[in-house]
């Protein structure tokens, strides 16, 4: 990426600042492998303990290492979904003290960093789509940045010699991961590896209560993305290989968009394809947490009322509250666990989806039932 010269002497500013007032507490970063993708790496090391001077590394889900002189204490957190960082950030209590700034990226009107941790709230928000030139004058001793993000944001951000952080989050697999780099980064791996317990547990839940299902015993599935934009209504999938499959595919569900090729993002669908594959049940999911509405909408539509999910009752509001539960969230084991619920109620008897919430919560943020039922609670959508 080439600079501009004012931009090249506001690096060299910024950098001389730094190094007047000795705040940078990194020694900086060494790559492991030239450019490697999510999907080269199979297994990402944790890192390794801090040695006796206090200075360790951990290997991010590019591949690369970071390396520390002591543990960081000023994080800023930028690009896009920041709210799905932020939110796995804050599994772990030192984040209201590390976490200096972030972008504020939300998919509903309430912020649940700013809700639910009050110490965040008096915190400076970066501009939407910050640039290096606006995050480097925080001086953070680390930039916290999903892996997407690295041409665009992370590469500027490293050519200052501020030390980057890449997550990806896209996979169970990857979650738990990116977990344990994140408890490296705070210095407290136990926290990471109780969270991951905690996801597996959910996990051993749902497998036992699916145990001996036939593949043919499996329902047809179709999850759709709803989107009104400037009064374009439009349905997508989303590919094979992103957690929404997943998840559908973990809580016994088989996904009828499997054949469809869904390469690069979600994939527009028309209501002649949705009617072809007439699935069994469908999710509906809307980023604006309206997913209730929609689906009321959907029942009402005779074009839709000729299909046997609708026509059996069958149709579904992916849950919300801050965002949706299908994303690369914390939320996602709640999503997965609402979702076999809902193809298999017989065998989840008495499922009852406010408990659930509020021992997700109480567990995985540790906070106290009040706010639980005061804060989250009241802005819970979904099909019970």
Known sequence: MKL???HFLLICTILFVSLLTGCAETVGITENAPEASFEEIDIYPVSNDPSPDGSFSVVDALGRTVEFEKQPRRIVVAGKATTMLNNAIFLFPEATERVLSYEQRLQTDVDFITTIFPAMAGKTLLARDASAEQIAPLNPDLVILKTYMREKVGLPIETLGI?????????PEQFYTDLRTIGQVLGNAARAEALIQMYKANEARIAAALS???????????????????GELTFSVPPVDYLQTIIVERAGGSPVWRQVITDGGWTVVTLEQVAAWNPQIIFIVDYSARAVDVVTGLKQDPNWQVMQAVSNGK???FPADFLSWDQPD???GLGELWLASK???????????????RAFYADYYSLNV????GKILPLLVADR
């Open 163 to 171: 030390p980057v952080l890449y997550l990806d989050l896209e996979s």
């Open 343 to 357: 193809i298999y109620p017989d065998r989840f008897p008495g499922f009852d989806l406010e408990t659930e919430v």
């Open 330 to 332: 914390p939320r996602w």
């Open 4 to 6: 501009s010269k004012l």
């Open 315 to 317: 149709i579904y509001a």
């Open 370 to 373: 009040d706010i639980i039922d």
């Open 212 to 230: 001996g299902l036939d593949e043919t015993e499996k329902p047809s599935v179709l999850m759709l993305e709803y989107k009104n934009k400037g």
